[in-house]
């Protein structure tokens, strides 16, 4: 069974450049059954989408975070990392990464416990 981690700095700074890193264990980020996402919650809001790359490598993104996000993946190491460039203090959040399932449609089944991102001088 598929398990994700995510890992990170807790806080970063105005205008610097967070890098979080899924690590997935149990299965292959290069499967053609799966989409990894990445998802966040900022404090006292809901959760939001804000990309995924897919089994042939395409990202996509939430078209307002375009300009500063990137999603990739190591498969020497099997992992998913998420960049986010210049931050500011509205990308304080919990970032989760999630599967999704290709082959039941797809649904967000697998989920990494969250990690919090302060951003703050």
């Known amino acids: 069974q598929a398990q994700l981690q995510e890992s990170g700095p807790g806080l970063v700074k105005p205008s610097q450049t967070l890098s979080l890193t899924c690590t997935v264990s149990?299965?292959?980020?290069?499967?053609?059954?799966?989409?990894w996402t990445w998802i966040r919650q900022p404090p006292g809001k809901g959760l939001e989408w804000i990309g995924h790359?897919?089994?042939?490598?395409?990202?996509e993104y939430i078209p307002g975070l375009k300009s500063r996000i990137s999603i990739s993946r190591d498969t020497s190491k099997n992992d998913i990392i998420l960049q986010l460039i210049s931050v500011i203090p509205e990308d304080t959040a919990v970032y989760f990464c999630?599967?999704?399932?290709?082959?039941?449609?797809?649904?967000?089944?697998?989920w990494g416990q969250g990690t919090l991102v302060t951003v703050s001088s």
């Open positions: 790359i897919g089994p042939s490598g395409k990202t």
């Open positions: 999630a599967r999704l399932d290709l082959s039941k449609g797809n649904a967000l089944d697998t």
């Open positions: 149990g299965d292959s980020t290069t499967s053609n059954s799966y989409c």
